[in-house]
């Protein structure tokens, strides 16, 4: 027969086992959303993937934190302005300022009109290793394609460095933070953007498959700013982030940085690249 401090003993362990679970549930549930930034206004990918991807910077602490809900805003009963769809009938964009906070470099906001033709525009990325090269659907997200349009005329991605990237389980590079250092030891790599956001769009039936360039965002809706990310493999992710072209020129720059690794990566593997890619100037269209 078993004595009280036995008892107590096995209690104590059961206590300790119901703890352990919770928290091997809990990494799985956070294993599912790759977070694809960091700090205030945490800008995301989530989806059912094998292997998350922690807030950038690294270390276990703050992945919790970035998995649980964004900080709240003001309590202010003056509600946040939201972005809005493009609207055919007046060809215009509801772009609205980013009240997550954040790194901000601030070159001003798009152009409200809006044009979605011609249907696609050819996005040129050159980067210290070579060009990137994106087909852009500019009919299915024309907010999307004028934003990124209006960031490249302004020199936003100029000099700025791609700072997160996959693994073979979540295959991608993250960029289009102009303020992330990228040398796997900024705590604030992914929390940049250009001070405004837009809805997301092209969303029914999309899929993140090889080749594929998507815009990033924050958990919630109408959040989508500067980044993207652009996929070497196949990412199982849900329909919530933009895919706003497909990549023509430069999977084998993306292979390559993937085969050499990260700086000190988190423990899902994932982190800065060791290659360092630097985008050097963005056109589209042949106009910058």
């Known amino acids: 027969m078993s004595t009280g401090k036995d008892r107590q003993k096995q209690l104590a362990r059961e206590h300790y086992e119901r703890q352990q679970q919770r928290r091997l549930e809990r990494e799985q549930r956070n294993k599912r959303m790759a977070i694809i930034g960091s700090t205030v206004g945490v800008v995301v990918v989530v989806g059912g993937i094998v292997a998350g991807i922690a807030v950038l910077g690294g270390g276990d602490e703050p992945t919790e934190a970035a998995a649980s809900p964004s900080p709240q805003a ?36 798009p152009p409200a009109e809006v044009k979605p033709t011609p249907a696609k525009k050819t996005m040129t990325m050159k980067t210290g290793l070579g060009d990137i090269v994106v087909e852009l659907d500019n009919a299915k997200a024309p907010c999307t394609v004028n934003s990124l349009q209006f960031l490249a005329e302004k020199g936003y991605y100029d000099g700025s460095k791609c700072h997160r990237l996959g693994n073979d389980k979540f295959p991608m590079l993250q960029c289009g933070d102009p303020t992330a250092k990228a040398d796997g030891k900024s705590q604030t790599d992914g929390s940049g953007g250009p001070g405004y956001v837009l809805v997301e769009e092209n969303l029914e039936g999309a899929t993140y498959k090889r080749g594929v360039m998507a815009m990033a965002k924050t958990q919630a809706p109408g959040s989508t700013g500067s980044q993207f990310f652009l996929v070497y493999g196949d990412i199982q992710l849900d329909p919530l982030y933009t895919p706003v072209g497909t990549i023509t020129k430069g999977l084998d720059i993306l292979d390559k940085v993937n085969k050499a690794g990260v700086i000190a990566g988190s423990a899902d593997g994932t982190g800065a690249p060791k290659e360092t890619v630097e985008i050097k100037d963005v056109t589209i269209d042949g106009k910058s």
């Open 74 to 109: 003001s309590t202010s009963t003056a509600a946040a302005p939201q972005a809005k769809p493009y609207d055919e009938k007046s060809g215009t964009c509801g772009y609205v300022p980013d009240t997550g906070g954040g790194q901000v470099k601030d070159v001003g906001m």
